[in-house]
């Protein structure tokens, strides 16, 4: 069983960035009474109460003190009880780990970091609004390192428009600077522009101009070819790990595991038949809660909406997309996608093994379009 936590604040806005966050922290202590009360209040959500992840996501949960920890991992600990082998990760900022920070984190019990890197060239960070430099970066992955968080991962970002001569070599030069650290797991994301971001609006203004697909598509093939070269599996489209170092709690959503998640905009999953979205605002969210309410959309799943979701979620990893489960989750869908395999397979974009189909190192370029194509409509 799988908890995630919201923890919606930053101290600046990233230009790409569309997670729900706010960068006035006043709210903080309310914020976390009310996820610790939403814990208290949704104890019952999951099949089980036995915790084999926990995940602090944002946001930037970096930005708690010692004190919030402690109140969150009380109230985790009275209404669930944690696996001791449990995976417990938290997004940090290079700017917030500092030495005193590392270690309170391995004190209150995180034993995995994802850090948000982004890129190691400073003036991508600069375009991307990052508040960090490359420097503080670096530094902070040797310090984690040096007070014993092994299990660390980076996030990257790749096809950053730019104007300098050779982009391409700039992209390598992060690859080779993030091999250097040796870090047992890698996210890399291709840079999406979503609207309601300050890069949405200066595309519509046509300040920046939109990703180029065919140079999103070389820097992916340089990603791909890379960390394969140093021993990295690529066991979902964005996300590389050292052999057994995937990532659990997100294995999880893609395996379609039950999930609680609380605090603003998170989404819960209980594994059946509903999906659950938090109000992402967090005066709202404390009121509500503070009443004894959860401010959630609850979303009933259709059988076209399982199998869909299922397709897109599962093509997309190294594990496949398995027909049985297809078939088990809806017949007539199963038809209707049976029917378009055989054109995905002549693109040469799937590969069928038995009764598992895969994404071929071509279909990786558009897997989302691949499970748009299957998808029962
Ligand atoms: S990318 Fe991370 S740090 Fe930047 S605004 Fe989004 S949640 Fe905050």
């Known amino acids: 069983m799988h908890l995630y936590l919201h923890i919606p604040f930053c101290?600046?806005?990233?230009?790409?960035?569309?997670?729900?966050?706010?960068?006035?922290?006043?709210g903080r202590a309310d914020v976390v009474d009310a996820i610790c009360r939403e814990i208290e209040l949704r104890n019952d959500y999951l099949p089980t109460p036995q915790l084999d992840t926990i995940y602090f996501g944002g946001g930037t949960p970096s930005l708690l003190e010692e004190a919030d920890f402690q109140q969150i991992f009380r109230t985790i600990h009275e209404q669930f009880s944690v696996n001791p082998a449990a995976e417990i990760t938290l997004e940090a900022n290079p700017d917030d780990l500092t030495l005193e920070k590392l270690q309170l984190l391995k004190r209150v019990g995180i034993n995995r970091l994802s850090i948000g890197i982004q890129s190691f060239h400073e003036p991508h960070l600069k375009h991307l609004h990052r508040i960090h430099s490359a420097d503080e970066a670096q530094q902070c992955v040797r310090m984690a390192q040096s007070v014993g968080f092994e299990n660390i991962t980076i996030d990257l970002i790749y096809a950053i428009p730019s104007s300098e001569a050779d982009p391409h070599a700039?992209?390598?030069?992060?690859?080779a600077q993030a091999m250097a650290l040796n870090v047992p797991h890698i996210s890399a994301y291709c840079l999406t522009i979503e609207p309601q971001t300050v890069f949405g609006k200066w595309l519509r203004s046509k300040r920046i101009a939109p990703i180029d697909d065919s140079f999103a598509a070389e820097q992916f093939?340089?990603?791909l070819d890379t960390l394969r070269k140093h021993g990295?599996?690529?066991?979902?489209?964005?996300?590389f790990a050292r052999p057994g170092r995937p990532s659990q709690h997100n294995s999880s959503y893609w395996l379609q595991h039950p999930y609680l998640g609380v605090g603003p905009s998170a989404h819960s999953y209980d594994g059946k038949q509903t999906r659950q979205y938090n109000l992402s605002h967090n005066t709202q969210y404390v009121s509500a809660i503070q009443k004894?309410?959860?401010?959630?959309?609850?979303?009933d799943l259709s059988e076209q909406d399982l199998i869909n979701e299922y397709v897109l979620t599962s093509l997309r990893t190294h594990w496949g997309t398995s027909l049985d489960r297809m078939a088990e989750l809806?017949?007539?869908g199963f038809?209707?996608?049976?029917?378009?395999?055989?054109?995905?397979?002549?693109?040469g974009w799937i590969r069928q093994e038995k009764s598992m189909i895969y994404l071929t190192e071509a279909g990786k370029l558009f897997a989302d379009r691949v499970a748009e194509e299957l998808f029962w409509v």
């Not at 600046?12 to 960068?23: N, P």
Request: hydrophobic share 35%.
């Open 11 to 26: 101290r600046q806005a990233c230009y790409y960035c569309d997670f729900h966050f706010s960068t006035s922290l006043n």
């Open 330 to 332: 809806s017949s007539q």
């Open 221 to 223: 093939q340089i990603l």
């Open 232 to 239: 990295y599996e690529q066991y979902e489209i964005s996300n």
């Open 335 to 347: 038809t209707f996608m049976k029917a378009v395999l055989p054109e995905l397979q002549t693109k």
């Open 292 to 299: 004894g309410k959860i401010p959630a959309e609850i979303e």
């Open 170 to 175: 700039i992209w390598r030069k992060d690859l």
